[in-house]
Each structure stands twice: as structure tokens, then as C-alpha cells.
């Protein structure tokens, strides 16, 4: 066999696979390492000494002043959490309808006995604050106790303004606790907890802060923590007190610490600090900026299209990308089987219409130009219909942040 045989069939798919999903996100070599240790005293030493380094900067992160409750969970404990210590059951929440997220945490908050009213959306958009001003106009008894919204929604890749909801709560004067979701956000996007006025921010490890899931995370400032001291739903695993024993580090976690995810969080605090918060929120919007230059280029009638038509309501985190005669699926196992690569499938109202570009946490130009390369090689393998090399656009995107 020689290098010029005919006929040939090259496997592309070999070396380190590529995911491109909106969380997990990209384990960085650094994390994987610090998590490789022994077993270690849980009730003396480094574990309690790391642990109050992450109480000490985690808020940091969030840019608030309130203390961090770490759950052992996903982002659905941290919902849980934030909702058990503030509500009782029969009080109202608000839902900001703007994809699926804030839906489910609703749902979630029905289950345990709060009655739960959806403010709809548009698809395609961010939460109006017009209309949350409207609402809360409405509500002259004050039966709304607190509004739940994402900071971005991973299912539609929109991107909710918070101060601007922030400004029409304020506007409308009511009294509702502020909660925002910023489990895709959180170390991508910029968010001010204290300056925004944001009572409990809810947030998870495994997207922008790179850790493997198994962590989530709850802030809650002086009226949050008011609103403990009446909240009916407090159960024993996510009271808010019980957490705050003074010097009982094993109620930091209710219980037995998750080690291995403590040192990884270490690590990657670490490098977030090293880099800047504001760096970190810099260098995510000009990936984010490339990855719509890209999609823009590509996009042809009745093919593919960004979801999120204003720009300034874009995510930093991630891109939903409608597919239109484009196949998804197809496009999405073409990828993995074919190359290596990992997207993001449509979810929700998005299934079987569009695909998702995770680009979040630990992520270069190199990375990001191997997935979109990639992608737009799916897509002519494909017979795709495209409008351009969106990759072409990228890369002149990313040029002018290089040097």
C-alpha cells in the first residue's frame, strides 16, 4: 500500500475528542490534576483550610458580598436550596418565561407547594423588562414574593439583561425577592449580584467554572436571608443555618465534603483569579463574537440561522444555531462518529431543529476555530447549504483581538 492508492478511506476520528456542548464544559488539565490526590482527613488539615478559601473567594466570582452555601448537587439542588429557605408554601413566584430553564425551576418550585405564574416570552428574545414592570404593577397586593429568571438560558442561548429587570422591579416598587439563575453565566458572562441588586444568585461548577458537575452553589444577601426566618419549605439537608455553624466545617456540606471536587474547585478559581474576572468576561465575548460571525456567514435561506437576532441579547456561553432544512442530527452524529467533535443537540421546543456551539469555560482560538472548521466540514460533507465560509469570518473576528 502506498501513499497514492486509490480508494482509500481515511478514520479522522482519532486523537482527543472534541465537546463542544454548553456544559459540561472542558475539564482543564489543571483541575483533572489537582483532583488526583488520596484521601484525606476530612475533619482536620488542608481540607478545611481549602474549604475556607473557596467560602473566601467564591463570592468574589458572583461579585457580592454574601456568603456562599456549596451544595452536593447539580444546579437542580442549588434551585431547590434557594427556593426551600425563602418560600412557604401557597406564596406566588413569577417566572420570566425566555426558554426552558426558567420553566423548570418553576416546576420545580410547584412540586414542594408554590403556586407558580409564567410571565411568557417570545422565542428568540430576552425577557422584556416592560412587561415585568407591567405585571408587577398588576400585582397591588404584593401576592408575587419573588421572581426567578436565567441570566442565560442555555436551551435558546439568549442572554436576560438583569439590571434592566433589576430597574423595573424598582420601577413598579414591589417587594419581591430577586433570584437569578446564573448556572451557564456565571465566570462567562459579566454579572454584579450586590450592584445589581440581585437578592439570591443561584449557580453550579461544571460550565464556567470547569469543574465536573457535582457542585452548585446559592448567595443570598440581608433580604433573602430576612426572608429565612419566615420560609415554611426549610428542610434538615438545605437549611441555610444549619450550614453556618460556627466552626463545624463538616455542615459546610450537611455532611461528608465532595474532596476531590474541592481541590478541583481550588484549581479552578485559581486560574479564573490569575486571569481576571474581567478578563475571563472579556475573553468570552470576542469566543462568543466569533462563533456569531461564523453562524452569520453560514446562514442561507431556509438553512441555518442564529437564534438570538439582537446582538446585545446574545449569550456569551453558548449558540443556538436553527437548522432549517439542515438536518441536526445528522449533523451532530456526522461530527462525533466522523471527527471527534461533540455539539450541543437542540433541546425543548428545540429538539430536532437546531443544534448548540458550547463555548464556555476553558477555550482558545484554536479550539474554537477546530469546532467551527470542523462543523462547516460536517456541513459540506453533508451537502449543506451554506452561504460562506463562517470560519473565514471567525478567524478575522478573533484577529482583532490577537497581539
Request: glycine share 10%; with cysteine; hydrophobic share 45%.
Given at each position: ?142 401576592d408575587i414574593k419573588a421572581i426567578l429568571v436565567v441570566q442565560t438560558d442555555t436551551a435558546t442561548s439568549v442572554n436576560n439583561?438583569?439590571?434592566a429587570i433589576r430597574q423595573a422591579i424598582d420601577a413598579a416598587t414591589h417587594p419581591a425577592l430577586y433570584m437569578v439563575d ?148 445528522r449533523l451532530r452524529d456526522l461530527a462525533e462518529r466522523g471527527t471527534g467533535l461533540t455539539l450541543g443537540l437542540g433541546i ?56
Amino acid at each position: 500500500m502506498t501513499a497514492t492508492s486509490e480508494g482509500l478511506r481515511a478514520d479522522l476520528n482519532h486523537g482527543d475528542p472534541m465537546v463542544a456542548i454548553p456544559g459540561p464544559s472542558i475539564i482543564p488539565e489543571r483541575v483533572l490534576n489537582a483532583m488526583r490526590q488520596s484521601m484525606p482527613n476530612i475533619y482536620d488539615g488542608p481540607i478545611v483550610e481549602v474549604t475556607q478559601s473557596l467560602l473566601d473567594d467564591l463570592p468574589k466570582i458572583a461579585r457580592t458580598t454574601s456568603p456562599t452555601f456549596i451544595t452536593i448537587s447539580n444546579g437542580h439542588g442549588a434551585w431547590e436550596m434557594a427556593i426551600t429557605n425563602t418560600l412557604s408554601r401557597g406564596d406566588k413566584v413569577l417566572v420570566l418565561e425566555s426558554g426552558r430553564f426558567a420553566i423548570t425551576w418553576g416546576e420545580m418550585a410547584a412540586t414542594v407547594g408554590v403556586e407558580v405564574e409564567i410571565l411568557p416570552g417570545s422565542e428568540g428574545a430576552a425577557v422584556d423588562p416592560a412587561a415585568v414592570e407591567q405585571r408587577l404593577r398588576e400585582d397591588t397586593d404584593h401576592d408575587i414574593k419573588a421572581i426567578l429568571v436565567v441570566q442565560t438560558d442555555t436551551a435558546t442561548s439568549v442572554n436576560n439583561d438583569v439590571l434592566a429587570i433589576r430597574q423595573a422591579i424598582d420601577a413598579a416598587t414591589h417587594p419581591a425577592l430577586y433570584m437569578v439563575d446564573c448556572i451557564a453565566s456565571l465566570g462567562c458572562e459579566w454579572f454584579e449580584m450586590d450592584e445589581w441588586g440581585v437578592d439570591v444568585t443561584v449557580a453550579a461548577c461544571q460550565k464556567g467554572l470547569m469543574v465536573p458537575p457535582g457542585l452548585g452553589f446559592v448567595w443570598r444577601n440581608d433580604k433573602a436571608a430576612k426572608a429565612y426566618e419566615t420560609a415554611g419549605l426549610r428542610t434538615g439537608y438545605w437549611d441555610w443555618d444549619g450550614r453556618l455553624q460556627t466552626g463545624a466545617h463538616y455542615f459546610v456540606y450537611s455532611g461528608t465534603p465532595p474532596i476531590m471536587h474541592i481541590w478541583g474547585l481550588r484549581a479552578a478559581l485559581d486560574m479564573i483569579l490569575e486571569e481576571g474576572l474581567e478578563n475571563v468576561w472579556a475573553r468570552h465575548r470576542v469566543m462568543a463574537s466569533a462563533v456569531h460571525a461564523c453562524v452569520d456567514v453560514w446562514s442561507a435561506p431556509g438553512g441555518l440561522a442564529l437564534n438570538i437576532a439582537d446582538p446585545a441579547a446574545r449569550s456569551t456561553a453558548v449558540t443556538t444555531v436553527l437548522t432549517g432544512n439542515v438536518d441536526p442530527d445528522r449533523l451532530r452524529d456526522l461530527a462525533e462518529r466522523g471527527t471527534g467533535l461533540t455539539l450541543g443537540l437542540g433541546i425543548g421546543d428545540f429538539d430536532g431543529r437546531a443544534f448548540r456551539i458550547g463555548h464556555m469555560g476553558h477555550l482558545n482560538p484554536p479550539m474554537l476555530l477546530g469546532t467551527l472548521a470542523t462543523t462547516e466540514a460536517c456541513l459540506h460533507a453533508m451537502g449543506a447549504t451554506i452561504g460562506g465560509s463562517g470560519v473565514a469570518a471567525a478567524a478575522v473576528e478573533l484577529s482583532n483581538s490577537i497581539g
